[in-house]
C-alpha cells in the first residue's frame, strides 16, 4: 500500500487563521540596545514628546513627565548687608566726614552668581518591598517614590546695572553643576515631616519596574559608571554636565520614603539643590533695634539663611485603606466652601518656588 503524504490542506482551519493572524501582525518587541537618535526640534520634555531623552531612555506618553523650568531671580544675583563683623569692632570703620553714606562697612553689595538645574519629574507611585530587618527577616512594606531626572542647562545668571537699574543677565557657562539633592515629603494636615530616605533593596525593584526593557540609563560617556544605574539621593550628589544643543545629557535619580501615613490626603514635596540661590539676614534686637552679634561671638550669630526650595503640590482623594498610586494627583485642589488649611493664597498653584 502506498504511504499517504501530509497535504497542506489537511491541516485544522484554526491553524490557518492563526498563522495569517501572526503575519499580520507587525511586531511590538523594542530593540534592548539604547539608539544614538537626536530629538527633533520642537520636541520637549515639557510637553511629555514622543521622543525618548537624548535618545538613551524610553520615551514617555505625552503629560506623563512634568518639567519644572529654570526661572531667574534678580534678587538671587546680589544683596546689601552691612558687615556686622566689622562694624560691632568699630561702628564708624571707613565713614567719612564728607559722607557717612559711603562708609565701606555698611550696605555693601555682595554679588552672587546663580545657577538652576531644570529638573523632570514623574507621578508619585509606590511599590512593594521586602525590606530587611535587624532580626534576620523581611518586611513587606510599601514604599512611596517619585522618579526624576536633572538637566543643567548650560546657562547662569550674574550681576548687572544698566542704566542705574540692576538686573541678572543670563550667560552661557560650559561648567558642570554640582547637585546635592535634599527631598522632603510634609503633609498639611497633621503635620509631619518625612525626610526622602535611602532604601538600597529597592532601587533595583524601581528599575525593573520604570524600564525593564532598556534599563534607566545614564551619561555612561561623560560620567562613567554601571551600565544599568538609577541613583539614590545619595548617589545623585555629583557633577551634572551641561547640555549642548540637540543632546540632553540629564542624569535619573529617585527619592524613596516608607511608613507613610495612610490618612494624609495633601501634602507637599520640597526640593533643594536645584538651585544656589539664597537670601540671608542679619537679626536686630532692642530699642532702637541694634544687631544682635556682638564682639566676640562665633562668626554668623544671628544670622538667619534661607536656600530657594522647589515646592510641589500633591493630593490624593482617598483614605488610609487600600492605598494605590493611582490616587495621587499632582498639584492643588480647592475644597468648595472650606479652608481646611489655611495656606496662603501664592501657595495655592501645582508648584511654586520659595525660600525656606
Known amino acids: 500500500m502506498r504511504a499517504l503524504r501530509p497535504s497542506w490542506w489537511s491541516f485544522p482551519v484554526i491553524v490557518w487563521i492563526g498563522l495569517a493572524v501572526v503575519?499580520?501582525?507587525p511586531s511590538q518587541a523594542q530593540s534592548r540596545t539604547p539608539g544614538k537618535v537626536v530629538p527633533k526640534p520642537g520636541n520637549s520634555a515639557k510637553s511629555g514628546g514622543n521622543?525618548?531623552?537624548?535618545?538613551?531612555?524610553?520615551?514617555?506618553?505625552?503629560?506623563v513627565e512634568v518639567t519644572i523650568p529654570v526661572e531667574s531671580d534678580a534678587g538671587a544675583t546680589f544683596s546689601r548687608h552691612d558687615m556686622v563683623e566689622v562694624l560691632a569692632v568699630d561702628p564708624t570703620f571707613g565713614e567719612r566726614l564728607a559722607s557717612k553714606a559711603l562708609a565701606v562697612a555698611k550696605d555693601v553689595v555682595f554679588e552672587h552668581e546663580v545657577y538652576m538645574l531644570e529638573i523632570t519629574l514623574k507621578p508619585m507611585r509606590m511599590i512593594f518591598v521586602d525590606i530587611p530587618t535587624t532580626e534576620g527577616r523581611f518586611d513587606r512594606k510599601q514604599i512611596w517614590y517619585l522618579l526624576y531626572r536633572v538637566k543643567n542647562t548650560g546657562k547662569v545668571w550674574k550681576h548687572s546695572v544698566e542704566g542705574g537699574n540692576a538686573k541678572p543677565v543670563e550667560v552661557v557657562s560650559d561648567k558642570p553643576i554640582r547637585f546635592i539633592p535634599r527631598f522632603t515629603l510634609e503633609s498639611w494636615k497633621p503635620k509631619k515631616i518625612y525626610p526622602d530616605q535611602i532604601i538600597p533593596v529597592a532601587i533595583p525593584e524601581i528599575e525593573k519596574r520604570e524600564?525593564?526593557?532598556?534599563?534607566?540609563?545614564?551619561?555612561?560617556?561623560?560620567?562613567?559608571?554601571?551600565?544599568?544605574?538609577?541613583?539614590?539621593?545619595?548617589?545623585?550628589?555629583?557633577?551634572?554636565?551641561?547640555s549642548p544643543e540637540g543632546l540632553d545629557l540629564s542624569v535619573w535619580g529617585v527619592a524613596t520614603w516608607e511608613d507613610i501615613d495612610p490618612t494624609i490626603d495633601h501634602f507637599s514635596v520640597f526640593i533643594q539643590g536645584l538651585t544656589n540661590a539664597y537670601h540671608w539676614e542679619d537679626a536686630k534686637a532692642g530699642d532702637p533695634p541694634a544687631y544682635v552679634y556682638k564682639p566676640g561671638n562665633p562668626l554668623g550669630t544671628g544670622r538667619k539663611r534661607t536656600q530657594k526650595t522647589l515646592r510641589i503640590n500633591f493630593w490624593r482623594p482617598s483614605d488610609r485603606?487600600?492605598?494605590?498610586?493611582?490616587?495621587?494627583?499632582?498639584?492643588?485642589?480647592?475644597?468648595?466652601?472650606?479652608?481646611r488649611f489655611g495656606i496662603k493664597p501664592e501657595e495655592k498653584v501645582d508648584y511654586l518656588w520659595l525660600y525656606r
Not at 521622543?51 to 503629560?63: D, K, L, N, Q, Y
Not at 539621593?233 to 555629583?238: A, C, L, S, W
Request: net charge negative; aromatic share 8%.
Open 23 to 25: 503575519a499580520c501582525t
Open 211 to 242: 524600564d525593564a526593557g532598556r534599563r534607566l540609563k545614564n551619561v555612561a560617556d561623560v560620567v562613567p559608571e554601571p551600565a544599568a544605574k538609577l541613583h539614590n539621593t545619595i548617589e545623585m550628589m555629583r557633577d551634572i554636565p551641561p
Open 321 to 339: 485603606y487600600d492605598e494605590h498610586e493611582e490616587e495621587i494627583r499632582f498639584g492643588f485642589w480647592e475644597h468648595q466652601g472650606e479652608d
Open 51 to 63: 521622543v525618548a531623552s537624548g535618545g538613551r531612555f524610553r520615551a514617555t506618553a505625552p503629560g
